[in-house]
């Protein structure tokens, strides 16, 4: 198998780089790039966001809404993406290159399992799922054509989610990068035509993202076309013994988990906002969009750092491990202080281009965010935390990090405020700010812990461990 399972000279040449040069160098040269995609993914949400404005404001509440289900069903597939590609990355790191050949396959072959499980489960029964969730009747009577041509973009984009990871794990930033650029190109065309243009509805949103999901994954199918190559997908090399399954498994039910239950109780948040009206769900959602300029560029450090650590521990080298997780704690603080800065000074300008010409609306947005944007920096903390764990494989102590973000942290409070304040829909904007800085106060705790444990272990000091 050894000979079927062999790397190129890129991947050989990254895997050098990635356990021996300096690790500042190696976590700037991978994280930024995917810093940058994460940006360009959320600046694509944001003009989403816009242009389903441009039909309506209930249109636009209505896209916030659903997206969080969605985004609820999509954890499914980036849980088992992020937790099988750290066992990619260990196998990668240690030199098993036959085995990362097989976690490959695999990883591709659960993630089309799934995949189809919901759409068979969920299409027939969109109306009832919606309800379910609590989703406003008006939203259901809007939305529901949306949601199930979402479902299908979804199943597309666990294959393409799976991809990126893998990419992720060989040190292929840039090339992902370029594709989500062209991803990202594709959707706004589309959806600028069916929008202004075309005059279409909010359908035909979810038309332009199974499109430019569907150029992704045909570049997924091309580059993973590597019949010699560890990274190559290979029906042969599927193999769901429990060696090659059950570590890969192990380590994805819990980020599953954790990704669907953070998805649900922001479902739950939207479903308790509209107490107040359907507009304070899509206030909300923009809030969340604004702060994602800050939280996803962070979120691409971590999910470069945890690849990176991953590799080092699978090398035998939790020193410079350790040294990935700090030299990405300092760049998101950093961000943190940056985005967090320039998003409240131009804060006006950035409401007003949601709102359009409904100054309310906008007002609402600005209050909401104005509490969202100090939870930068605490976030900037959680990111760097979770890339450590995530490194180490210990994905259950991250399950109880987000699950206390949302169940502890943001449900009780905004009951709270409902119940015995009359602050209005601004609550929303506070639970925010209380959550995210509870967060990251919980990261740093269990980080500081977790790091000591560690040390002991392996025997090591943290600070110079390069």
């Not at 499980?117 to 969109?126: A, K, Q, R, W």
């Not at 039910?253 to 359907?278: C, D, Q, R």
């Not at 949601?354 to 990111?383: H, Q, T, V, W």
């Not at 990090?401 to 609550?427: A, H």
Request: charged share 10%.
């Amino acid at each position: 198998m050894s000979a079927q399972a062999c790397l190129s000279e890129k991947d050989r040449q990254f895997r050098e780089f990635a356990l021996h040069d300096s690790m500042w160098h190696v976590v700037l040269y991978v994280g930024l790039p995917l810093a940058l995609y994460q940006s360009l993914t959320q600046l694509f949400k944001i003009f989403d966001s816009m242009m389903a404005a441009h039909i309506s404001a209930t249109a636009v509440s209505a896209v916030s809404y659903l997206s969080q289900i969605n985004l609820m069903l999509s954890a499914i597939g980036g849980g088992l993406a992020i937790g099988a590609s750290i066992k990619i990355s260990e196998a990668y790191g240690a030199g098993d290159f036959p085995l990362v050949k097989q976690r490959v396959s695999t990883l591709f072959a659960l993630c089309g399992i799934l995949g189809f499980g919901l759409l068979i489960v969920l299409v027939p029964f969109t109306p009832q799922f919606l309800r379910l969730a609590k989703t406003p009747e008006e939203f259901i009577a809007m939305g529901s054509q949306y949601f199930i041509l979402e479902l299908f973009g979804m199943v597309i984009s666990f294959f393409n989610n799976v991809y990126i990871a893998i990419e992720r794990a060989r040190g292929n930033s840039r090339r992902i990068l370029n594709l989500n650029m062209l991803v990202i190109a594709i959707k706004l065309s589309l959806t600028a035509l069916f929008v202004y243009v075309l005059h279409s509805g909010i359908s035909m949103i979810s038309v332009a993202t199974i499109v430019s999901q569907s150029v992704l994954l045909t570049a997924a199918v091309v580059n993973m076309n590597q019949k010699g190559n560890a990274f190559g997908f290979s029906p042969s090399s599927i193999s769901l013994r429990k060696e090659i399954a059950v570590p890969m498994l192990a380590l994805s039910v819990p980020v599953i988990i954790e990704k669907m239950a953070f998805a649900f109780g922001k479902v739950i948040i939207n479903s308790m906002s509209t107490i107040y009206n359907a507009l304070t769900v899509g206030a909300l959602g923009i809030s969340n969009n604004i702060g994602g300029f800050t939280t996803n560029p962070q979120n691409g450090f971590q999910e470069g750092g945890s690849a990176i650590i991953s590799q080092n521990l699978g090398a035998g080298e939790p020193k410079r491990a350790l040294r990935a997780f700090q030299c990405v704690l300092i760049v998101n603080v950093l961000l943190g202080v940056l985005f967090m800065s320039l998003s409240l000074i131009f804060l006006k300008q950035i409401s007003g281009l949601f709102a359009g010409s409904d100054g309310a609306f906008g007002s609402m947005i600005a209050s909401i965010y104005r509490f969202e944007a100090l939870g930068a920096i605490p976030l900037g903390i959680n990111a760097a935390v979770l890339s450590l764990l995530y490194g180490f494989g210990k994905t259950r102590i991250t399950l109880f990090i987000n699950f206390s973000r949302v169940f502890l942290y943001r449900i009780p409070v905004l009951w709270f405020l409902q119940n015995f304040t009359d602050l209005g829909s601004v609550s929303v904007g506070i639970v925010m700010g209380v959550s995210n800085f509870l967060t990251g106060l919980t990261a740093l705790i269990i980080g500081v812990w977790e790091i000591r444990a560690i040390c002991r272990e392996h025997r090591i000091r943290f600070f110079g461990a390069d």
